[in-house]
């Protein structure tokens, strides 16, 4: 069975930083792209970018570049393991989001989603 | 960046009733990378229709896409109680992506 599952809720104060993991399972890791989509309260979701699974490489979305970093750890010897990070700096109120990671390739985007992280930033 | 305009902005339907719903882009859809999602209170969302017209794994047919270029649509064919919720177009044609401004489906 194919899964994401996410690290628990956080709170944060303005400033601060937040890591949330996502966990996946049950496919293969290197054929897809991990993406993290944001979604604060009442509005659309938001798309902040995506990591390889097989190179690690990275793209993010203008809005977020040089205050968000998705890194990868991956098993050696489990190929449909690994877990995915999200690391955002200098967080403001407007942060306070649930963050969702989600897979995809090239022509099937997003198919399966975590459960979410809701971050509140709040002083 | 390509925007996505959702209409209406909520759609009240009684079940059986067919629902409609549209996405427009400001500028063409390359290779026609559209999608459509359901999201209900407190869940992530759930990928309905990719490509613009292929159903995702485990969709019912009563979910409907069509469309290409700049104008896309969303029909159920006869709203079930379980659809009630919202529904949101997005492109995936090269970054960034995003996502429309929603559509909500309610009784």
């Known amino acids: 069975q194919v899964r994401l599952v996410q690290s628990g809720a956080e709170l944060k104060r303005p400033g601060a930083s937040v890591k949330i993991s996502c966990k996946t399972s049950?496919?293969?890791?290197?054929?897809?792209?991990l993406h993290w989509v944001r979604q604060a309260p009442g509005q659309r979701p938001e798309w902040m970018g995506w990591i390889s699974g097989i190179s690690g490489k990275t793209q993010y979305a203008q809005q977020f570049q040089g205050r968000v970093t998705f890194t990868r750890d991956t098993s050696v010897r489990d190929t449909s393991a690994a877990t995915v990070y999200m690391d955002l700096n200098s967080l403001s109120l407007e942060d306070t989001a649930v963050y969702y990671c989600?897979?995809?390739?090239?022509?099937?985007?997003?198919?399966?989603w975590g459960q979410g992280t809701l971050v509140t930033v709040s002083s | 960046e390509i925007l996505l305009t959702q209409s209406p902005g909520t759609l009240s339907l009684s079940p059986g009733e067919r629902a409609t719903l549209s996405c427009k882009a400001s500028?063409?859809?390359?290779?026609?990378?559209l999608a459509w999602f359901q999201q209900k209170t407190g869940q992530a969302p759930r990928l309905l229709i990719y490509?613009?017209?292929r159903r995702a794994t485990g969709i019912p047919d009563r979910f409907t896409g069509s469309g290409s270029g700049t104008d896309f649509t969303l029909t159920i064919s006869g709203v079930e109680a379980e659809d009630f919720a919202t529904y949101y177009c997005q492109h995936y044609a090269g970054a960034p992506w995003s996502f429309g401004g929603g559509t909500k489906v309610e009784i």
């Open positions: 490509g613009a017209s």
């Open positions: 989600a897979r995809a390739t090239t022509w099937l985007p997003l198919d399966v």
């Open positions: 049950g496919y293969m890791f290197n054929n897809y792209v």
């Open positions: 500028r063409s859809v390359m290779s026609d990378y």
